[in-house]
């Protein structure tokens, strides 16, 4: 017999800790939590989303004023607020 086999066969002589006998009950009481955390998890997404719905419409609705309207852009028009030349120069 190899030393590993030995020694394996003395580990099957020794007697089982009596502590192991608890931990049954300890792991399946840390999963029901896990469990009971994971279900209230979604009903917590939506109360989220319900509340920055709810947060967003109020901040809009809040805001007041007119809406601006878009002025149409051209890259090549020479009054575009967005080109270099306008953005780089130096105004006194």
């Known amino acids: 017999m190899s030393d590993l086999d030995q ?7 020794v007697p089982v800790p009596a502590e192991l006998a608890m931990i049954d009950t300890a792991v399946l009481d840390g999963l029901a939590a896990i ?9 917590l997404m939506g109360f ?6 709810v947060v967003g419409l109020a901040g809009g609705g809040l805001a ?13 028009a020479p009054d ?13």
Not at 7 to 12: A, I, K, N
Not at 35 to 43: D, G, H, T, V
Not at 68 to 76: K, T, V
Not at 80 to 92: E, F, G, K
């Open 48 to 53: 989220a989303a319900a509340f920055a719905l």
């Open 80 to 92: 575009n607020p967005l080109a270099p030349s306008t953005l780089l120069d130096v105004h006194p």
């Open 64 to 76: 007041g004023g007119e809406a601006a309207s878009a002025q149409p852009l051209s890259p090549f």
């Open 7 to 13: 020694m394996l066969h003395r580990l099957r002589a």
């Open 35 to 43: 469990r009971r955390e994971a279900s209230a998890a979604p009903r």
